[in-house]
T-cell receptor, first 109, second 113 residues
């Protein structure tokens, strides 16, 4: 079965500390992986996708097919990074997204 | 800021009542989606439409219905058969039906009186 697991509901770090939001997936084929972010009072929006291999707002994520993971990382957290982060998977011919349950990142001053 | 709009922002439903949530997009996107967001459960797909006059059930379609008569509009009706409708509903669209970035609307919060 297709599944996305985000084990942490809440991750609290201090400003300047490294951040890693975990995402593991279960999928039989070659999935497309995404990270979406929802800042307070804003729409859900794409942060990054694995095929683009970009660094957005200092965040990176590497697809590890062996460990079936797509963890989101940032070396130095900023207060403005505080938000809800969702890992999502898409596979097959359609663009149906399967979302994880989300991780709330709280960056303390 | 255009793009995808949803209305109303808040909607109240009485027992046994059907209510319709509006989703409009001016992005000329072919595909549109409806998700339900519950605390601790992430987003779950209700219905999606890859092209006008065609739509498919998602993972939790029971108690919901949709139509896609126009490219820019994809309304969702929450019927009386949906026993737990209280949630935040998000509409999204993509340029095509392939694997692309989804663009989300601001959402509608549905509450049961």
């Amino acid at each position: 079965a297709q599944r996305v697991t985000q084990p942490e509901k809440l991750l609290s770090v201090f400003k300047g500390a490294p951040v890693e939001l975990k995402c593991n997936y279960s999928y039989s084929g070659s999935p497309e992986l995404f990270w979406y972010v929802q800042y307070s009072r804003q729409r859900l929006q794409l942060l990054l996708r694995h095929i683009s291999r970009e660094s957005i707002k200092g965040f990176t994520a590497d697809l590890n097919k062996g460990e079936t993971s797509f963890h989101l990382k940032k070396p130095f957290a900023q207060e403005e990074d505080s938000a809800m982060y969702y890992c999502a998977l898409s596979g097959g011919a359609t663009n149906k997204l399967i979302f994880g349950t989300g991780t709330l990142l709280a960056v303390q001053p | 800021d255009g793009g995808i709009t949803q209305s109303p922002k808040y909607l109240f439903r009485k027992e046994g009542q059907n209510v319709t949530l509006s989703c409009e997009q001016n992005l000329n996107h072919d595909a549109m989606y409806w998700y339900r967001q519950d605390p601790g459960q992430g987003l779950r797909l209700i219905y999606y439409s890859q092209i006008v006059n065609d739509f498919q059930k998602g993972d939790i379609a029971e108690g919901y219905s949709v139509s896609r008569e126009k490219k820019e509009s994809f309304p969702l009706t929450v019927t009386s058969a949906q026993k737990n409708p209280t949630a935040f509903y998000l509409c999204a669209s993509t340029p095509g039906a392939g694997v692309e970035t989804q663009y989300f609307g601001p959402g509608t919060r549905l509450l049961v009186l």
